[in-house]
């Protein structure tokens, strides 16, 4: 992308956005509350397709010693250990539920631990959850694991025994190593210490491993990106996320306050961050995926996009192995393809209605018709930058696209809807034209980071 032409886009496309990684979005999913009989019905056999009683588990492990004031995940502060042992139990528990629940006998494809932390658990309890997940599981299926980790907390112990238990997929958090930008999102840690973890992941067999940066962090300049992606590419991970910081200080409270809005990196400069570091690593060898990834080409993730089996959902692109995915613990989301549900989002409320034996869900959605259609359009657009619409649906998102059109961000040939070379910063932008939640609400509250 020519930046210099696209300055003035930027400027104007800049708006607060959706992410996409769920439609309808969670701010207007409709049923709140969502009771758990309404949520079991949307768990549907589908005899046509072999894969319908896969399901890919994600497990939320909420933990973290020290806070980074740029986080917006769900996480809980603590350096009090005791809280393990309790919480694994309310996840096999939670587990054991659906088990009995289910309309079919679940057959797990894929099983990530997402967090918060999952490398504050000591690895005994790690692997007491994974046995207990898998128990009665038939011997023919192996799923993929993956586990995010911290490097400063990860030890050759937890890489030991996620290895023998079957992990091959690792993600570490990096986020910058500038020392001016880690101390002013409070998170310290040395090239080294990744280089040491990444490394001896890499000697043992995991087999994708993947490091997430972010750009837009407070203080961050050219420099330090360019710096960032240079030591990345000395240790060359199979997969790399470059995610937008997304500044949603409202929602997540004192998190993002531990520094100021004017250290923050805006509009063509935040852009120019990631344009930098777009092009260092198409020069080393990794190719784009969707809007904010990047993979070496022996990756699934990268082999996925060439095959269209590339997805996106919560935990953000992923090579899609099944339709179902149930979130397990707290604030984690669950996707049966016709409903989503989210868990309770504090670990007391959570553990307490795992021990009352109530599936611990708060709110979700039921899609309709409508929704599963504009879900695909909107999927397509995300993982492969065009999609096909009827003629109905056209004729009512192409006013919405005029200006888009006319900037040559989108183009429209026949019935396909695509993004162009240079729009490729703005498919949120288009995502949102197809998204009459958002197009029929007026309100004012900020509920969304911005697009750019
Ligand atoms: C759960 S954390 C990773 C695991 C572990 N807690 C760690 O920090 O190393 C998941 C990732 O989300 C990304 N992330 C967190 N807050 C973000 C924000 N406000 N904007 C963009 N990305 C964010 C970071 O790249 C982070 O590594
Ligand atoms: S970035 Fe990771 S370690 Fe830091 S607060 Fe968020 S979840 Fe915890």
Redesign the pocket.
């Known amino acids: 992308m020519r930046l210099g032409s696209a300055k003035p886009l930027i400027r104007k496309y800049n708006v607060p956005g959706p992410r996409y990684t769920s439609f309808p979005t969670v701010p207007y999913w409709k049923n709140d509350p969502l009771a758990p009989e309404d949520w079991m019905k949307t768990f549907k056999i589908d005899h046509n397709d072999s894969k319908s009683q896969e399901v890919s588990i994600y497990i939320h492990l909420p933990f973290?010693e020290s806070l980074?004031t740029?986080?917006?995940?769900h996480?809980r502060i603590t350096k009090n250990h005791a809280v393990e042992t309790p919480y694994i139990d309310a996840l096999l528990k939670e587990w054991s539920m659906y088990k009995a629940r289910l309309p079919f006998i679940p057959n797990i494809s894929e099983i990530h631990l997402?967090?918060?932390?999952?490398t504050f658990f000591n690895p005994q309890e790690l692997e007491r959850l994974i046995k207990g997940i898998l128990e009665n599981q038939p011997e023919y299926q192996a799923p993929q694991m993956g586990i995010?980790?911290?490097?400063n907390n990860t030890t050759d112990e937890h890489l030991t025994t996620l290895y023998r238990i079957g992990f091959r997929r690792l993600?570490?958090?990096?986020?910058d190593y500038s020392p001016i930008v880690q101390k002013a999102i409070h998170?310290i840690q040395s090239f080294e210490q990744v280089k040491q973890v990444h490394e001896k992941a890499q000697k043992m067999g995991y087999t994708s491993i993947s490091h997430?940066?972010?750009y837009g962090l407070p203080k961050q300049t050219l420099e330090d990106i360019t710096d960032t992606i240079e030591k990345t590419i000395r240790l060359m991970p199979d997969r790399i996320?470059l995610?937008?910081?997304?500044?949603?200080p409202w929602i997540k409270g004192v998190g993002?306050r531990g520094f100021d809005e004017n250290d923050l990196p805006k509009d063509e400069f935040k852009r120019a961050l990631y344009e930098t570091a777009r092009e260092r690593l198409f020069a080393a060898g990794y190719k784009e995926i969707g809007m904010d990834h990047f993979a070496l080409e022996h990756d699934e993730l990268y082999k996925a996009l060439s095959t269209k089996t590339l997805h996106r959902n919560f935990m953000g692109y992923t090579t899609r192995t099944s339709k179902t995915m149930i979130g397990l613990g707290m604030s984690a989301i669950s996707d049966s393809w016709y409903g989503f549900a989210q868990n309770d989002k504090s670990v007391e409320g959570y553990l307490q209605k795992i021990n009352e034996g109530i599936l611990p869900i708060f709110r979700g959605h039921l899609l309709s018709e409508k929704d599963l259609i504009i879900r695909q359009h909107i999927l397509d657009i995300m993982c492969h930058f065009e999609t096909v619409c009827s003629d109905e649906l056209l004729a009512s998102v192409k006013g919405r696209l005029s200006e888009l059109i006319q900037d040559e961000i989108v183009k429209i040939e026949g019935n396909k809807v695509s993004i162009c070379p240079d729009g490729v910063p703005f498919v949120r932008n288009c995502c949102m034209a197809f998204d009459e939640y958002l197009f029929n609400d007026k309100g004012t509250v900020p509920m969304f980071?911005k697009t750019i």
């Open positions: 973290c980074c740029f986080c917006g995940c996480k997402g967090g918060g932390t999952p995010e980790a911290h490097p993600s570490l958090g990096i986020q998170r997430d940066l972010v996320a995610y937008s910081y997304a500044h949603v993002q980071s």
